[in-house]
């Protein structure tokens, strides 16, 4: 099921995405996101969002048409910093360099951008950037859970670039006003449930800027698992249900690192996950003083 929260005249609507004649559309429900992943297992808000989904027909509004929020509101968004292994040598063991533990930071509310929203480049910013990830969307509340239980608390899977101001970031030892410009987490366009996404040690990552791949890594060479991910963070603070916690990014190949340039106003990013969809975000300049 893809579950999507649409901006409407009404305020913010939760939907399902249903293929209907080669066309998306949306069935839109009155339960929120969080409540019909939260009913994974089964539930009401589940059932109706079924019930929803098979309702759906031409009549129903097309994905295209409609302006997309996050599609859940988490009370806060986890990140991984490095989480995938680099190409080694025959021979080299791969582990050989693992940290022990994942780096975390987090990004603010304030970050939080959906796959409608355009993303603003701050005036002071000079080297933006951006990093294509698998996010994990919590259902169940997680607190001190075992590995063997981790995945039992994840509701889906969905897309978070995670945009960063590298001279923000490098002048200091907090990666904080770095990662937390406005709009500078885009989320989506949808969550996939865990009944009908793949295997999230196993899909390839990629991200297009201007046409061109500049990322292309498979999960399977992630240091730390979703599961191990969501254990571990749970030993620390209570996970809630719509919770986002994003899985890291892999390297740019060789030739976008030799040919990197900061991002600027009119830049287009995709980050594309085999199984979960794309997401592509527009960024673009201040508004002029004044508006």
Same mark, same amino acid.
């Given at each position: 099921?893809r ?10 609507? $939760?939907?399902?995405?249903?293929e209907?004649?080669?066309t998306?559309? &949306? ?5 929120? &996101? ?5 009913a994974?297992?089964g539930?009401a808000?589940r059932?109706?969002?079924e ?18 929020? #996050? ?9 991984l910093?490095? +989480? ?16 022990e533990?994942?780096?975390? /930071?987090v990004?603010?509310p304030?970050?939080?951008a959906? #796959?409608?929203d355009?993303?603003?480049i701050? $005036? ?5 950037d951006y ?14 859970v ?9 509701g889906g899977y969905?897309?978070? +670039? ?6 923000w970031?490098?002048r ?6 770095g990662k937390c410009?406005?709009? /500078?987490?885009?989320?989506g366009?949808?969550?996939?449930t865990?009944?009908? $996404?793949?295997?999230?040690q ?6 297009v800027?201007?046409?061109?791949v ?7 060479t992630?240091?730390?698992s979703?599961? /191990?991910?969501?254990h571990?963070?749970?030993q620390v ?13 892999p390297?740019?190949?060789?030739e976008?690192q030799?040919?990197?340039?900061p991002?600027a106003p009119?830049d ?7 199984g979960i969809g794309e997401l592509?975000?527009?960024f673009?300049?201040? $508004?002029p003083?004044?508006?």
């Amino acid at each position: 099921m893809r579950l999507v929260t649409v901006r409407t005249d009404a305020g913010a609507r $939760a939907g399902v995405v249903v293929e209907v004649e080669g066309t998306d559309r &949306v069935a839109l429900l009155e339960d929120s &996101v969080r409540e019909v992943l939260g009913a994974a297992g089964g539930g009401a808000a589940r059932q109706r969002a079924e019930e929803a989904a098979a309702s759906a027909d031409a009549s129903s509004p097309a994905l295209a048409e409609l302006t997309l929020a #996050a599609p859940v509101t988490p009370s806060k968004i986890l990140c991984l910093g490095y +989480n995938y292994r680099g190409h080694v040598p025959d021979g080299v063991d791969p582990t050989a360099d693992d940290p022990e533990f994942p780096d975390v /930071f987090v990004k603010t509310p304030n970050t939080l951008a959906g #796959a409608s929203d355009d993303v603003v480049i701050p $005036a002071g910013a000079v080297d933006a950037d951006y990093e294509g990830e698998l996010a994990i969307v919590i259902a169940r509340r997680a607190h001190e859970v075992s590995l063997d239980d981790a995945l039992d608390h994840v509701g889906g899977y969905t897309i978070l +670039n995670d945009v960063s101001d590298r001279a923000w970031q490098r002048r200091q030892s907090q990666w904080a006003l770095g990662k937390c410009s406005d709009g /500078f987490a885009p989320l989506g366009p949808w969550i996939v449930t865990t009944d009908e $996404a793949p295997d999230p040690q196993d899909v390839l990552v990629e991200v297009v800027r201007d046409g061109v791949v500049t990322v292309s890594q498979s999960t399977s060479t992630t240091i730390f698992s979703v599961a /191990f991910v969501v254990h571990h963070l749970s030993q620390v603070m209570t996970l809630e249900p719509g919770d986002v916690i994003s899985t890291g990014t892999p390297q740019k190949l060789p030739e976008a690192q030799a040919s990197h340039r900061p991002l600027a106003p009119g830049d287009a990013v995709t980050v594309r996950i085999s199984g979960i969809g794309e997401l592509t975000t527009r960024f673009v300049a201040p $508004a002029p003083p004044g508006r």
